[in-house]
């Protein structure tokens, strides 16, 4: 088994990330605890903690981006689920070695300074299912 922990994060994928926050937490009651710009992604994020999990909202910083074109295909809303694993090396060996499609075979660095890694979802029924590890 792959040694997964809980859910990590929920990942949503807005246009505009000033207003969604103004939802989360004015509506919800969330709190933005902080956000992060990933470049290497072109995205922006905002962490909302919920329980020992969390809400990151992703806007795209170009038109180019993963988030931008996610948006252009399905409109906004959830872009990935993301489950925190003990060691993200040997999971991805392990899925690799049972067949499943990885749009990453080694491990990136990510938001929160997780390190992080894309399953397909050709793979995993459809969702885009990011495997992450961190420190804490």
């Known amino acids: 088994m792959i040694g997964i922990k809980k859910i990590d994060h929920i990942g949503i994928a807005v246009k505009d990330l000033a207003r969604a926050i103004e939802f989360y937490e004015g509506l919800l009651g969330l709190k933005v605890t902080g956000t992060e710009v990933v470049e290497e992604q072109k995205v922006k994020v905002a962490f909302l903690p919920t329980g020992d999990s969390e809400v990151e909202l992703l806007e795209s910083t170009t038109p180019d981006g993963p988030i931008a074109r996610f948006i252009e295909k399905n409109g906004e ?19 690799k070695a049972k067949g499943v499609r990885l749009i990453d075979e080694k491990p990136r660095r990510g938001a929160g300074g997780a390190r992080i890694a894309f399953l397909h979802p050709k793979s995993t029924f459809g969702t885009l299912v990011e495997l992450c590890e961190r420190d804490n």
Do not use: K, S, W
């Not at 809303?77 to 899925?95: D, M, P, S, T």
């Open 77 to 95: 809303g959830i872009q990935h689920i993301a489950f925190r694993v003990e060691n993200l090396e040997q999971a991805l060996e392990e899925l």
